[in-house]
Protein backbone atom coordinates (compact mmCIF):
# COMPACT_ATOMS: atom_id res chain seq x y z
CA UNK A 1 0.00 0.00 0.00
CA UNK A 2 1.42 3.29 -0.87
CA UNK A 3 0.05 6.53 1.23
CA UNK A 4 0.70 9.93 0.82
CA UNK A 5 -0.31 12.40 3.56
CA UNK A 6 -0.89 15.91 2.89
CA UNK A 7 -2.77 19.07 4.71
CA UNK A 8 -0.26 20.30 7.46
CA UNK A 9 0.53 23.87 7.91
CA UNK A 10 1.00 26.65 10.68
CA UNK A 11 -1.83 27.26 12.25
CA UNK A 12 -2.47 29.42 15.44
CA UNK A 13 -3.60 27.82 18.96
CA UNK A 14 -7.33 27.22 18.64
CA UNK A 15 -7.59 26.68 15.08
CA UNK A 16 -8.66 23.88 12.80
CA UNK A 17 -7.03 22.05 10.52
CA UNK A 18 -7.54 18.50 8.13
CA UNK A 19 -5.35 16.15 7.15
CA UNK A 20 -5.44 14.05 3.94
CA UNK A 21 -3.82 10.46 3.07
CA UNK A 22 -4.69 9.63 -0.33
CA UNK A 23 -4.08 4.84 -0.14
CA UNK A 24 -3.49 3.07 -3.68
CA UNK A 25 -2.24 -0.16 -4.27
CA UNK A 26 -4.35 -2.45 -2.32
CA UNK A 27 -8.40 -2.76 -1.50
CA UNK A 28 -8.81 0.14 0.53
CA UNK A 29 -12.13 -1.17 2.72
CA UNK A 30 -9.74 -3.86 3.65
CA UNK A 31 -7.15 -2.07 5.63
CA UNK A 32 -7.49 -0.17 9.00
CA UNK A 33 -5.84 3.36 8.75
CA UNK A 34 -4.57 4.66 11.85
CA UNK A 35 -2.69 8.32 12.09
CA UNK A 36 0.08 8.68 14.43
CA UNK A 37 2.41 11.61 15.15
CA UNK A 38 5.97 12.71 16.13
CA UNK A 39 7.22 15.52 18.43
CA UNK A 40 10.91 16.80 17.80
CA UNK A 41 12.87 14.56 20.21
CA UNK A 42 10.30 12.10 21.06
CA UNK A 43 8.99 8.95 20.14
CA UNK A 44 6.06 8.55 17.22
CA UNK A 45 2.90 8.03 19.27
CA UNK A 46 -0.60 7.00 18.02
CA UNK A 47 -3.10 9.20 17.50
CA UNK A 48 -6.44 7.46 15.98
CA UNK A 49 -7.08 4.65 13.89
CA UNK A 50 -10.27 3.77 12.14
CA UNK A 51 -11.51 0.09 11.04
CA UNK A 52 -11.80 -0.71 7.67
CA UNK A 53 -16.03 -0.18 7.47
CA UNK A 54 -15.23 3.05 9.49
CA UNK A 55 -17.96 1.88 12.11
CA UNK A 56 -14.78 1.98 14.94
CA UNK A 57 -12.82 4.48 16.10
CA UNK A 58 -10.30 5.18 18.70
CA UNK A 59 -8.68 7.95 19.85
CA UNK A 60 -5.72 8.60 22.12
CA UNK A 61 -6.10 10.44 25.74
CA UNK A 62 -4.89 13.63 24.67
CA UNK A 63 -6.80 14.47 21.41
CA UNK A 64 -10.09 12.76 22.17
CA UNK A 65 -12.83 15.44 21.46
CA UNK A 66 -10.56 17.40 19.51
CA UNK A 67 -9.63 15.30 17.00
CA UNK A 68 -12.19 13.09 14.34
CA UNK A 69 -11.23 10.53 11.75
CA UNK A 70 -12.91 9.38 9.03
CA UNK A 71 -12.50 7.37 5.80
CA UNK A 72 -14.04 7.44 2.15
CA UNK A 73 -13.18 4.22 1.02
CA UNK A 74 -15.18 5.32 -2.35
CA UNK A 75 -12.29 8.18 -2.63
CA UNK A 76 -9.55 5.54 -0.42
CA UNK A 77 -8.73 8.16 1.61
CA UNK A 78 -8.92 8.65 5.67
CA UNK A 79 -9.03 12.15 7.20
CA UNK A 80 -8.06 13.49 10.72
CA UNK A 81 -10.22 16.91 11.22
CA UNK A 82 -8.33 18.69 14.16
CA UNK A 83 -10.13 21.16 15.86
CA UNK A 84 -8.89 22.90 19.06
CA UNK A 85 -5.50 22.75 18.20
CA UNK A 86 -2.74 22.69 21.35
CA UNK A 87 0.74 23.80 21.13
CA UNK A 88 1.42 20.31 22.15
CA UNK A 89 0.11 19.14 19.11
CA UNK A 90 2.82 20.53 17.44
CA UNK A 91 4.47 17.06 15.33
CA UNK A 92 5.03 15.83 11.84
CA UNK A 93 1.75 13.58 10.97
CA UNK A 94 2.01 10.16 9.95
CA UNK A 95 -0.59 7.98 8.18
CA UNK A 96 -0.44 4.36 8.44
CA UNK A 97 -1.91 0.99 6.91
CA UNK A 98 -2.62 -2.14 9.17
CA UNK A 99 -3.13 -4.52 6.42
CA UNK A 100 -3.66 -7.00 8.64
CA UNK A 101 -7.21 -5.06 8.66
CA UNK A 102 -7.89 -5.50 12.54
CA UNK A 103 -7.71 -3.15 15.27
CA UNK A 104 -5.58 -5.73 17.17
CA UNK A 105 -2.63 -3.73 19.25
CA UNK A 106 -3.95 -0.28 17.13
CA UNK A 107 -1.60 1.73 19.12
CA UNK A 108 1.22 -0.15 18.37
CA UNK A 109 3.82 1.37 15.53
CA UNK A 110 4.76 -1.87 15.32
CA UNK A 111 1.69 -3.73 14.01
CA UNK A 112 1.01 -1.10 11.07
CA UNK A 113 2.56 -2.01 7.98
CA UNK A 114 3.41 0.76 5.47
CA UNK A 115 3.97 4.66 6.26
CA UNK A 116 3.05 8.12 4.91
CA UNK A 117 5.89 10.51 4.32
CA UNK A 118 4.75 12.55 6.64
CA UNK A 119 3.02 15.75 7.00
CA UNK A 120 4.25 18.98 9.35
CA UNK A 121 1.56 20.60 11.57
CA UNK A 122 2.79 23.63 13.30
CA UNK A 123 0.73 25.47 16.19
CA UNK A 124 1.68 28.51 17.45
CA UNK A 125 0.63 29.65 20.99
Known amino acids: VQLQASGGGLVQAGDSLRLSCAASGRTFSSIAMGWFRQAPEKEREFVAV????????LYADSVKGRFTISRDNGKNTVYLQMNSLKSEDTAVYYC???????????????????WGQGTLVTVSS
Open 50 to 57: ISRSGGTT
Open 96 to 114: AAKTDGTLIGYNDRDRYDN
